[in-house]
């Protein structure tokens, strides 16, 4: 073996599931150097993880992967709800949700909509995205050791077909290598929350006369509620393709070897209620539901990010699109201070940012599973009980009231009970429909590799301001007008009222993060408005006044 042969990236990525994945298309979107290490030969090839919310299809739809994944989505494209059931063939049935969005009011708040993608089927996707854009993509390649001083982490890592060892220097290291993480444990980083909340055998499976007995029922998700043998039915095709999830009670002494193949065919007729049904099994993993958050998100320059970070019950598909959503918000940070615009500081503020966030969810997705009586899932009593903000609220509606915003509430909490994307700071910048250079597209579209202003016509001295402030600090600020003036960089659709749907005056100025996120906005006019821009960017992005 050769431990002399040395790698330099400005990131290591180690992990190579949905979140190491999209952290690699982000960075790699960003112009940022990167190699990924996974110790798996290839993506996942059982279908899990697959409900992907209205907030990740947003970054995936700036990132350019959006149609690819709607296309490897489409077989389950009429598959909305849940619905729960004694079994498929009694009268006992109740949808706990039928549509995803009733009533297409998500079009209001949003460009794009949910997405049900298997990870089997999106981390392939993600894969051509991501090598697309430069990633270094290196599978059955596991992660020996690291170590890190000031300057950046040094890694070796081998080459699970050759046996060869590589050292890696890196300036930043990813860690999202799951909810075990290797990398969480060598750096003593402790995790608070319930911990395990119920377990489960996801068993694949092949039955042709399935899909006659399910009918029209196109659900994502149907549980079965027969106490003798309850279990999640999940369509992976609607036809022949199917994925049960089984109960399992380790508590009880049951081991995964008591799972036969007899057994489990005989679970799945009983809870669907069709005895003679023909079940072919093809596949079993088991899967662990928990509650738990790292205490800490970073360790000098390691950050931990997906599963490693937090896990979450399912129920709601919360875990991996939060783990996503880590990604974006580390990757624009990342290339903010490899490229230098911004202070090494902007850096903690995504442990600040992004730890509250993964709290208030992970018990949202717990209070989602006993609400709808998950299977296998005993709650403590009060799980689950008292007002709680809706799916779309906690997936698109969550804020930063701490970190690399100004003007906020830092005592609101990060998950509010009712959708309010008007353009406060620490909020999803808001969504309207715009036309430039007589394109159509959203104002969400505008925010991907640089901070951007936004004034109306009678903005002209914030304008100037950003372009002078842009200068002085070398910060690659993108400043538009939104008007219907001439001298107006973008103009609204239907006449819609920018200022409005932003929450200042036609006066004021806005600025978003690379993230989407408002930093910062301004209701009217100031004396020194560049004197106001300046100190304003310099707190967000960390930078040196000195």
């Known amino acids: 073996m050769n431990r002399d042969v040395e790698d330099r990236v400005p990131v290591l990525i180690v992990g190579g599931s949905l979140v190491g994945l999209s952290a690699s298309l982000f960075l790699g979107r960003l112009g940022v150097?990167?190699?990924?290490?996974?110790?798996?030969?290839?993506?996942?090839?059982?279908?899990?993880?697959?409900?992907n919310n209205v907030r990740t299809m947003e970054l995936f739809r700036v990132a350019g992967a959006e149609p690819m994944i709607r296309e490897a989505a489409s077989v389950l494209a009429d598959n909305h709800g849940i619905l729960q059931a004694g079994s498929l063939t009694g009268d006992d049935q109740e949808w706990l949700f039928?549509?995803?969005?009733?009533?297409?009011?998500?079009?209001?708040?949003?460009?794009?909509?949910?997405?049900?993608c298997s990870q089997n089927d999106l981390e392939p996707v993600?894969?051509?995205?991501?090598?697309?854009?430069?990633?270094?993509?290196?599978?059955?390649?596991?992660?020996?050791?690291?170590?890190?001083?000031?300057?950046?982490?040094?890694?070796?890592?081998?080459?699970?077909?050759?046996?060869?060892?590589?050292?890696?220097?890196?300036?930043?290291?990813?860690?999202?290598?799951?909810p075990r993480s290797p990398v969480r444990e060598r750096l003593g980083i402790g995790q608070t929350g319930p911990g395990d909340l119920f377990h489960n055998v996801s068993l694949t499976f092949r039955a042709p006369g399935l899909a006659e007995v399910v009918g029209d029922r196109r659900f994502i998700a149907c549980y079965l509620t027969n106490p003798e043998a309850d279990g999640a039915l999940l369509p992976v095709d609607n036809q022949e393709e199917w994925v049960f999830h089984a109960p399992w009670h380790p508590d009880q002494g049951e081991t995964l070897e008591d799972f036969t193949d007899e057994r489990v065919v005989d679970h799945i007729r009983r809870a669907t209620g069709v005895l003679d049904l023909d079940v072919q099994i093809t596949g079993k993993a088991p899967w662990h539901a928990a509650e738990r958050v790292a205490e800490?998100?970073?360790?000098?320059?390691?950050?931990?990010?997906?599963?490693?970070?937090?896990?979450?019950?399912?129920?709601?598909?919360?875990?991996?699109n939060t783990g996503i959503q880590d990604a974006h918000n580390l990757?624009?940070?990342?290339?903010?201070v490899l490229g230098g615009w911004a202070g090494p500081g902007l850096l903690e503020t995504y442990e600040t940012e992004r730890q509250p966030v993964a709290q208030a969810t992970s018990a949202r997705a717990?209070?989602?599973?006993?609400?709808?009586?998950?299977?296998?899932?005993a709650p403590e009593p009060g799980v689950g009980g008292g007002r709680q903000s809706g799916v779309l609220t906690v997936a698109l509606g969550y804020r930063y009231t701490r970190g690399a915003v100004v003007g906020t509430d830092p005592e609101l909490p990060p998950v509010p009970e009712r959708m309010q994307l008007t353009g406060d700071p620490g909020t999803r910048a808001p969504h309207m429909w715009l036309r430039q250079f007589?394109?159509?597209?959203?104002?969400?579209?505008?925010?991907?590799?640089f901070p951007v202003l936004l004034t109306g016509s009678e903005g002209t001295a914030w304008h100037s301001a950003g372009l002078g402030v842009a200068e002085r600090l070398n910060v690659p600020l993108h400043c538009y007008r939104v008007g219907t003036?001439?001298?107006?960089?973008?103009?609204?659709?239907?006449?819609?009222?920018?200022?409005?749907?932003?929450?200042?005056?036609?006066?004021?100025?806005?600025?978003?993060?690379?993230?989407?996120?408002?930093?910062w906005r301004a209701e009217g006019p100031v004396p020194d408005p560049e004197r106001t821009l300046q100190e304003v960017l310099e707190s967000v992005l960390r930078l040196n006044r000195a």
């Not at 993506?43 to 697959?50: D, E, L, Q």
């Open 296 to 320: 800490r998100y970073s360790d000098g320059r390691v950050f931990l990010a997906g599963d490693s970070a937090h896990e979450m019950s399912p129920t709601g598909a919360f875990g991996s």
């Open 366 to 377: 717990s209070a989602r599973s006993a609400e709808h009586s998950h299977p296998g899932y």
């Open 331 to 336: 990757a624009w940070k990342l290339a903010a």
């Open 98 to 116: 039928k549509e995803i969005d009733p009533g297409g009011g998500l079009a209001k708040f949003s460009p794009t909509g949910w997405c049900l």
């Open 485 to 519: 003036g001439p001298d107006d960089d973008l103009t609204p659709e239907d006449g819609a009222d920018w200022a409005g749907v932003h929450g200042t005056a036609e006066g004021g100025a806005v600025l978003v993060r690379p993230d989407g996120f408002v930093a």
């Open 438 to 449: 007589g394109a159509q597209e959203s104002t969400l579209d505008l925010y991907e590799r």
């Open 33 to 51: 150097e990167h190699m990924l290490v996974e110790k798996h030969p290839g993506t996942s090839r059982h279908p899990r993880g697959r409900g």
């Open 126 to 178: 993600l894969v051509r995205c991501a090598r697309k854009h430069g990633g270094d993509l290196r599978f059955s390649t596991e992660l020996l050791s690291f170590d890190q001083d000031g300057e950046g982490v040094t890694a070796v890592v081998r080459n699970r077909e050759s046996g060869e060892d590589r050292t890696v220097r890196a300036d930043y290291l990813i860690a999202a290598d799951g």
